[in-house]
């Protein structure tokens, strides 16, 4: 289990394979907000248990929500 104080505002969000899906926008109590685009177009929310890992300044999801698609 990740810390959750370990994720903050401005960090890359990845999907397992490293592709980028956003931005962390805001952080809640249970998940943070991953935001796609400058400025953000999309938000979606993600819980907390679905990060696989925290390296540096980017959050890796395990799985990642069905309807993020990767940011070109």
Do not use: C
Request: no cysteine; glycine share 12%; charged share 30%.
């Amino acid at each position: 289990m990740i810390d959750p104080g370990d994720i903050h505002e401005g960090m890359t969000v990845k999907d397992r394979y490293g592709r980028k899906l956003g931005t962390v926008s805001n952080v809640g109590d249970t998940h943070f907000e991953l935001g796609q685009g400058s400025p953000a177009r999309r938000d979606y929310m993600v819980h907390f248990h679905r990060v696989e890992r925290v390296q540096g300044r980017e959050v890796f999801l395990a799985s990642a929500p069905t309807t993020v698609p990767p940011e070109d």
